[in-house]
């Protein structure tokens, strides 16, 4: 598994996967290591764990690697991001001092916070993307790893919007060879491992895998994707109390969220470019849930405001508050508050696991493209074109399920139930 950014998040998966091998922890969080998945009649009482009715690659087979702008080796790169207690740290310290970031394409015009000397210099951007190459295939012989995955758990880059050099994989490759300034790093580390066919995820909101010329190229070498800006916090929450409100046909007037965090994620995401493209990933879950054009009478116009403020002594632990203003029978209006006191890295370790391992499964299964499937897992859900995308989490987990009853030649599930009353 090969990890863009060795910040908190990384860390916190790789200092995880290490800590449950030696029976320290439980994967908690993680539906590949801890759901189950029912299969056939509720009758039959057949509900085995997703990991054993599904072909995954076991924790104790991966292998970590990555990139990082700065020097320090994984296990000083966990103590700076302050997530996990140093006696858990120094239980796998030498695993995590051996993963040392490899130098990071990098360029602070699109991160404006950052700086570091851990970086590559090349012609050009197509000849830092054959560094990369270089990089991938040595670690996988290093390594004699059989398959890859690689995850963007890089900081927010500055907002983009698509333009000419993304709609097709000629005019992006041309990009590359011109330093086009609407290539960012984090496109350059796609097309790398898209190139390769290896399976990419986007576990940031910046714009990157989810352009034509990207889709192409998965196309081509058989490559699987899924993204964006995994669905952590405030946003998980958002995702299971909004599709409940509207299940009653409960209106909405307003919807204020607001969060403090200290880490350096919260530091890059006080930049106000990079903090649009949050922004936008965040907004966007409660209209599709809400769908105001079927029901105009209790969702139109929502006032929805997102903020995110960087207060440094919280570090890693973020509070979220969410102030709803609903209303009900004749439109009588109601409140409800929610203060959420999450660990961010916390709740996106098992995310980063769990899209890696799925994204694994999709590829040997010869799915390949965007895995709308894999929605569950991030805020701004990749999805084809003509389609809206999906962001109730509960219709999100029940087409997780039915993708791996399908694969495995189950029946899938329709909740139906009459044949239990026939
Ligand atoms: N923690 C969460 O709950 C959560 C949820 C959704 C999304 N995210 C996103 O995940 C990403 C990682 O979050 P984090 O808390 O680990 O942040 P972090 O700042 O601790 O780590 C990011 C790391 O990426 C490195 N980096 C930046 N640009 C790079 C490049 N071009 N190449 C290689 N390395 C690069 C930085 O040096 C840093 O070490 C952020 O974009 C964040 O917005 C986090």
Same mark, same amino acid.
């Given at each position: 598994?090969?990890?863009?950014?060795?910040?908190?998040?990384?860390?916190?998966?790789?200092?995880?996967?290490?800590?449950?091998?030696?029976?320290?922890?439980?994967?908690?969080?993680?539906?590949?290591?801890?759901?189950?998945?029912?299969?056939?009649?509720?009758?039959?009482? &057949?509900?085995?764990?997703?990991?054993?009715?599904?072909?995954?690659?076991?924790?104790?087979?991966?292998?970590?690697?990555?990139?990082?702008?700065?020097?320090?080796?994984?296990?000083?790169?966990?103590?700076?991001?302050?997530?996990?207690?140093?006696?858990?740290?120094?239980?796998? &310290?030498?695993?995590?001092?051996?993963?040392?970031?490899?130098?990071?394409?990098?360029?602070?015009?699109?991160?404006?916070?950052?700086?570091?000397?851990?970086?590559?210099?090349?012609?050009?951007?197509?000849?830092?993307?054959?560094?990369?190459?270089?990089?991938?295939?040595?670690?996988?012989?290093?390594?004699?790893?059989?398959?890859?995955?690689?995850?963007?758990?890089?900081?927010?880059?500055?907002?983009?919007?698509?333009?000419?050099?993304?709609?097709?994989?000629?005019?992006?490759?041309?990009?590359?060879?011109?330093?086009?300034?609407?290539?960012?790093?984090?496109?350059?580390?796609?097309?790398?491992?898209?190139?390769?066919?290896?399976?990419?995820?986007?576990?940031?909101?910046?714009?990157?895998?989810?352009?034509?010329?990207?889709?192409?190229?998965?196309?081509?070498?058989?490559?699987?994707?899924?993204?964006?800006?995994?669905?952590?916090?405030?946003?998980?929450?958002?995702?299971?109390?909004?599709?409940?409100?509207?299940? &009653?046909?409960?209106?909405?007037?307003?919807?204020?969220?607001?969060?403090?965090?200290?880490?350096?994620?919260?530091?890059?995401? !006080? !930049?106000?470019?990079?903090?649009?493209?949050?922004?936008?990933?965040?907004?966007?879950?409660?209209?599709?849930?809400?769908?105001?054009?079927?029901?105009?009478?209790?969702?139109?116009?929502?006032?929805?405001?997102?903020?995110?403020?960087?207060?440094?002594?919280?570090?890693?632990?973020?509070?979220?508050?969410?102030?709803?203003?609903?209303?009900?029978?004749?439109?009588?209006?109601?409140?409800?508050?929610?203060?959420?006191?999450?660990?961010?890295?916390?709740?996106?370790?098992?995310?980063?696991?769990?899209?890696?391992?799925?994204?694994?499964?999709?590829?040997?299964?010869?799915?390949?493209?965007?895995?709308?499937?894999?929605?569950?897992?991030?805020?701004?859900?990749?999805?084809?074109?003509?389609?809206?995308?999906?962001?109730?989490?509960?219709?999100?987990?029940?087409?997780?399920?039915?993708?791996?009853?399908?694969?495995?030649?189950?029946?899938?599930?329709?909740?139906?139930?009459?044949?239990?009353? !026939?």
């Amino acid at each position: 598994m090969l990890l863009v950014g060795l910040g908190a998040v990384s860390t916190t998966t790789i200092a995880g996967v290490f800590a449950i091998r030696k029976g320290l922890a439980k994967p908690i969080g993680s539906l590949t290591q801890m759901g189950t998945i029912r299969l056939g009649k509720r009758t039959e009482g &057949r509900s085995p764990r997703i990991n054993e009715f599904v072909p995954l690659a076991q924790l104790d087979d991966i292998v970590f690697g990555g990139w990082d702008i700065f020097e320090e080796d994984c296990y000083a790169a966990a103590r700076t991001a302050g997530v996990l207690e140093r006696s858990l740290l120094d239980s796998v &310290r030498d695993e995590m001092e051996s993963i040392k970031p490899m130098p990071a394409v990098f360029d602070q015009r699109y991160v404006k916070r950052l700086s570091g000397p851990n970086v590559k210099t090349g012609k050009n951007k197509r000849d830092l993307a054959e560094q990369l190459i270089a990089d991938i295939r040595g670690f996988k012989a290093r390594h004699g790893c059989d398959r890859l995955v690689v995850v963007w758990c890089g900081s927010t880059e500055v907002f983009m919007k698509e333009g000419a050099v993304h709609q097709s994989l000629a005019a992006f490759e041309q990009g590359l060879e011109a330093n086009d300034e609407a290539i960012p790093s984090s496109m350059v580390y796609a097309y790398a491992a898209l190139k390769e066919g290896i399976p990419f995820a986007n576990a940031a909101p910046n714009l990157t895998a989810d352009i034509p010329a990207m889709l192409e190229l998965a196309a081509q070498t058989k490559a699987p994707v899924a993204g964006n800006d995994m669905k952590t916090g405030q946003t998980l929450i958002k995702t299971v109390i909004a599709p409940g409100l509207k299940a &009653r046909m409960l209106g909405v007037r307003g919807w204020y969220s607001t969060n403090i965090l200290g880490n350096r994620d919260g530091e890059v995401l !006080d !930049d106000p470019e990079s903090f649009k493209t949050k922004e936008e990933s965040k907004k966007s879950a409660l209209d599709y849930i809400f769908q105001p054009q079927l029901y105009p009478d209790l969702y139109n116009d929502i006032s929805h405001v997102v903020r995110i403020n960087y207060y440094p002594p919280r570090g890693d632990n973020k509070e979220g508050w969410d102030n709803i203003d609903l209303f009900g029978w004749l439109g009588y209006p109601m409140q409800l508050k929610i203060n959420f006191l999450c660990r961010d890295s916390i709740l996106a370790a098992p995310i980063v696991l769990d899209s890696a391992l799925f994204l694994d499964l999709a590829k040997r299964a010869g799915m390949s493209g965007i895995q709308e499937w894999l929605s569950f897992y991030f805020k701004a859900p990749m999805h084809a074109k003509d389609l809206y995308p999906e962001h109730d989490l509960f219709i999100q987990l029940m087409k997780l399920k039915n993708t791996l009853r399908h694969l495995m030649g189950e029946e899938l599930i329709t909740h139906l139930g009459r044949e239990y009353y !026939d």
